[in-house]
């Protein structure tokens, strides 16, 4: 996919007006990128709109004028982008209570380190690769950023709508797993293309 230009970006007062529309068309187009692995992790598979979109946000919510300010995020968004042969996900572990985010982030320790995250497609599995630094010793962020590498044989059995597909968790904290919808398929073979 193209990365983002700052040229891409609507001006401030134009993206006001058109705002919730824009909203509209993301959310209907996450609806087939959205998926929940479990009762805590949903994963968003992002594309270059979902990118531009959260760019947009990023700049109105923070009031960002400034040119090499706006270049900057454009940048720091652009790493989220996949690239080819590439799937690009943002992994939120999911806390609803306020109380028990410590021990919720806790059984999530290490989980960007190693095989825990990834696709069976058919016998073949594909592990995310996470990026590194949302995590120390003691303490792991509620968001991560995951890119699962997809061969051209794998790319041919997610496309076998006669396979089935998954999206697996195996971590000692936390174990779970889920069928992939053939409209997330569907979503996730154009992003290969």
Known sequence: MKPLTVQDLLPADEYERRRNDFRRRIIELKE?????????????????????????????????????????????????????????????????????????????????????????????????????????????????YVRFLVSDNEKKQLAKLTEPIEIFIHHSGYQAHVAVPDKMRMALLQDLD
Not at 112 to 129: A, H, M, R, S
Not at 135 to 144: G, L, Q
């Open 32 to 144: 087939n990128r959205r998926i929940a692995v479990g009762d805590l992790v949903t994963l968003v598979f992002e594309n270059r709109d979902t990118i531009l979109f959260q760019v947009q946000e990023m700049v109105r919510a923070e009031h960002i004028v400034a040119a090499e300010r706006i270049r900057e995020e454009v940048e720091t968004y652009n790493e989220q982008i996949p690239g080819p042969g590439e799937l690009s996900a943002t992994l939120f572990i999911e806390i609803t209570e306020s109380r028990n985010v410590k021990q919720t982030l806790d059984r999530f320790q290490g989980i960007d380190q190693g095989l825990t995250v990834g696709l069976q497609l058919g016998n073949e599995k594909v592990y995310g690769v996470f990026e590194q630094g949302r995590a120390k010793e003691d303490k792991i962020s509620a968001v991560h």
